[in-house]
Nanobody, 125 residues
């Protein structure tokens, strides 16, 4: 399994930007697809973005397309989520996750078996 630690969350005004990082340890990081999820108070954890093991394919939930970018650096065992044009509805705890799979066309929460502890993102209006 992969151990994951997120960082980079914080408080930002609407329209601002944040970059989340997820540092991984474990042998399988470079062959695992990686994802970001988020959970707002009182809501289910939802998929935000995922990236294949090579970084060649990325997938996003419709609500963040054009604003968020997922990327990875396999040499540093780190995955990133660049978040621009943030909105109050982006407020949530953001979780990094490692997948059973190297690459898929579609991801669900059940495709991920390692999770970080989460980092809070708060967007003020």
């Amino acid at each position: 399994q992969v151990q994951l630690v997120e960082s980079g969350g914080g408080l930002v005004q609407a329209g601002g930007s944040l970059r989340l990082s997820c540092a991984a340890s474990g042998r399988t990081f470079s062959t695992s697809a990686m994802g970001w999820f988020r959970q707002a108070p009182g809501k289910e954890r939802e998929f935000v973005a995922a990236i294949s093991w090579t970084g060649g394919s990325a997938y996003y939930v419709d609500s963040v397309k054009g604003r968020f970018t997922i990327s990875r650096d396999n040499a540093k065992k780190t995955v990133y989520l660049q978040m621009n044009s943030l909105k109050p509805e982006d407020t949530a705890v953001y979780y990094c996750a490692a997948s059973y799979y190297s690459s898929k066309n579609y991801y669900t929460r059940n495709d991920f078996n390692s999770w970080g502890q989460g980092t809070q993102v708060t967007v003020s209006s």
